[in-house]
């Protein structure tokens, strides 16, 4: 049976509810058997009908589930995987709030969405609805979605829900949390990562990592008359995240500069070595990645101009 049917079949007969990501295809054949096998069993061989059915044979299409309460989200491997992480995280975020916003984070509440609803709306509805607010918000793509029907979550559990199917999350633009912008996931790891982050710290939000400048302004280094604590860092090795950007005629020190702060590493350039080979940080460099490394990162800014890398603890070396 299509996709879309079983998934429809599987939420009247688990009486929970499924969110089928936007990159999922929903009318990919699978071989179920809804009304006789247990839940457990019915995701794996989700899993494995989804897999024989994805004929371009990319590994960014492998599909995953991951559970959020009572609601089954079907999307990529690495979404699934990440959502748990994200979703820990963003908790962590919102207990550092003053209460009266944080409450509105956790308000829990059913999520009902009519045929053909343009996830902007969606967003738009679950944030006027606990007193939040969006900045940005038509960034995100237009799209039509399918009706969905989810028991009772979190707010920021939907917020988080309803955004990773285009690689996004969001973020507090205001210092008390109740405006978020949407920011890339990307960009939400890696300054994760390279910065203890505080709501409000940034107006613009983190730099999109999708642009042709990276650079976006110094990376903010949080509030320091504000009176909320740290932020906990999201627990994502540095070799763990996958980066989707464009460089375009940008000088290469520059570059370096910018990402190794926001990587947290600290840059170190040899430039006698550098002088001594003839080899200029000053030219300018292009190129596009797409779920790559940091090693693959410094790797492309570095190579075109002929010099050389290697990170060493928590310093990006360069001659």
Known sequence: MPLRDAVVRL?????????????VDPGILVDLDVEREPLESLLQRLVVSLESGNVSNNDALKPGVCFVGDTVYIGPETAARQLESLLTFQRKRIESLPEKT???????TPLR???????????????KSSGLSWERLETLPHDLWDRTDLPALAVY????????????TFDFVSKDGSRIAPVSLDAFALESVATDRQPGSRDAGPA???????????????????????????????????????????????????LADRAGLELEIDEAALEKRGVSLEQRISFELKNATAADLFRATT???GAVFRIQGRKLIVK
Request: aromatic fraction near 2%.
């Open 157 to 168: 559990e939907q917020l988080t829900l309803l955004l990773i199917g285009f690689d996004r």
């Open 102 to 108: 944080g409450k509105k984070y956790l308000r829990r």
């Open 11 to 23: 939420v009247e007969s688990q009486k929970g509810g499924v969110l089928l990501d936007r990159r």
């Open 303 to 305: 190579k075109p101009v």
């Open 208 to 258: 999109e990592t999708k642009s042709g400048d990276p650079s976006g302004g110094n990376p903010s280094k949080g509030n320091p008359s504000g009176t909320s604590k740290p932020e906990t860092r999201l627990p994502i090795p540095l070799e763990k995240i996958r980066f989707t950007l464009t460089i375009k005629d940008q000088p290469a020190r520059g570059l370096l500069e910018t």
């Open 113 to 127: 969405l009519p045929m053909l609803t343009d996830p902007r709306d969606a967003l738009g509805r679950v944030a």
